[in-house]
């Protein structure tokens, strides 16, 4: 699988998939220029009014409660329903997941509309998957990672997602697949909605490759090599930020290769 | 007309004018930097029971429909209103004009109250003008930039508005009036937003600059030129972004008339 | 207190205290990473049915009336009262005090709810103080940072607020005590949003500084000398905003000490 990501790196650029995101307010800037800076289509609009014809012409749907409220609520449940009908891929981004009731009683709701993919930190991921379970079954490692991958692994079952957990390594569980991304740098923890911007790259690769499990590793690697190219030079996470957009942008497949540090368990 | 643009530019920064903008999320962070940066007074403020007021302690007015819902149309009608009564001037932002009914609908009401600028890019102005037309009569060219030619032609005879056409060249257009500007660069495309702080800048020129003509030309010159300054020394679209903030801020005289690319037709 | 500053950066930076922001639109990206780059962890949230809970889970509170309107506004008051009620810290953001009437009445109800903390520029304080006072008295000095002084004794006095004047020098009033911190540079006026972010790392500080006039002072000598610092290399608004970043994150005692111009009267 590894061989193939560059591939859909630049199948994303050729094809320039039109994403409609539904995402906080903190991180709209900077999804919508991670989403130029690969080659994407960037929309963000929110009114009820106009979620179903924009459904049909966009390719992938990313949905994120970062800073929720009824009326975009409202929104991101029309949104993934339309998504649903129309079998555009969606992607959902629980920020905050277990921080409050309000999110997770709008997270039960989103997750029960079935996203193709769901991007958290190992919080989150267990915060979603603990509001969805009486009791975290099966999960004898008290190490996060185990319990978040353990989660992870039952949010899969339940409900089809492929589950991306974001930390040192990420690490993508879909089925019998477990994947392991271990680029990026500890710097990018200091700058605001990169996880955000992971979520809308995602989006943008499950709109325009077949294999959405090689999407969303695909999407993450590339987040996470060019966060690691970006802070080397960094002076910190003001510099990272803006460099990190250039090479989402200018990144070249050797550069991503010799980067790359990917494992099929 | 070209050898005053520079005197207009001077003029904003010695006037620092007030400049409303009820504006999309994703951009209100850079649009009112980008007014800091030429020396303008940015207030983003959308709430109905302030816009009287504002209106009659700000120069001018900036309307952009990109992230528009129920409660945000309805402020932005009624400062376009406010605006008429008050003879302040406004410029409208149509984005994403065609993607939706709703855009559609708003736009109608928008440009009804009479902008003094609209601008967009080809096909928001194609889409403005086709809504608003039963049939686009006397387009025999099929070449878009023709079209949106004739589209601006139409809008400007049906509403007054000199109507401001992004692009590889920006086109400005107002009853026997045809301005073409051959700067930027096309990395710019890649930055979100770029159109949207051109507007804004609009909005700083309409209200300091006597000829609303001269303001546009002024204000489409220099975005476009700090952007294509910035473009030579950057690596990608985030250092785009931070170094056209810088040239709009310092750009010289010198550097305006050297790179100025200026056609009256 | 000058010998104290340095230790509760570093305190900040350790305890990492979870800050709830409500605050505007144009500035939430920056004030969530001026937060994680001084070593804190912003939330940003609005919506009334979690409020509460994350009252209960946040060390400190900020608000900002910058883009308000009446959603936002019952936020901001329910968050005040249950601050107050929960005995956290909160600090309020007056943007654009005087300017409408609806931004008075809204000041009015929050600082009655008696903010720890009010921070603002001459002009917001001048106009916060007039609002409550049906008579400036005692302002015989025509000179506006006399008067705002005087303003800010008199916010104090009646509503217990330690309150910071933020200018070329920033001055910091409560009861006795007068500070005086004269560091920062002209270009950060032509940056959206400094104040806002200046505002945010206040409630970093309340969070964690017992001595809520020390935490002030820390707050405030902090963001102006990597304003300071960043200016120097800053080749415009768009670089000292980034620059201003990194230096939040990475500046050292050295450094701070060198370039710390403070006084206490």
Known sequence: MASSLWHHILLVRKQAPLVHNITN????NNSANALLAIGASPIMAHAHQEIDELSSICQALVLNIGTLDELWVKSMLQAAKIAK???????????????????DQTLSQLVALKPTVIRGNASEILALAKHHQAK???????????????????LNSQYGAIVCISGQTDIIISNDT????????????????????????????????????EAVAAATALMSIAGEIAAQSANGPGSLQMQLLDKLHNITELEFEQHLKFKLL
């Open 25 to 28: 307010y903190v991180v709209m």
């Open 85 to 103: 009908d129309n079998k555009k891929p969606f992607v959902l981004d629980p920020v905050g997941a277990g921080a409050t009731a309000y999110r």
């Open 136 to 154: 975290t079954k099966g999960v004898d490692s008290t190490a996060q990672s185990q319990e978040a991958i353990a989660a992870a692994r039952f």
């Open 178 to 213: 477990h994947i392991e991304i271990s680029n990026g740098n500890a710097l990018m923890t200091k700058v605001t909605g990169l996880g955000c911007s992971a979520t809308a790259i995602i989006g943008a690769f499950i709109a325009v490759v077949e294999d959405k499990v």
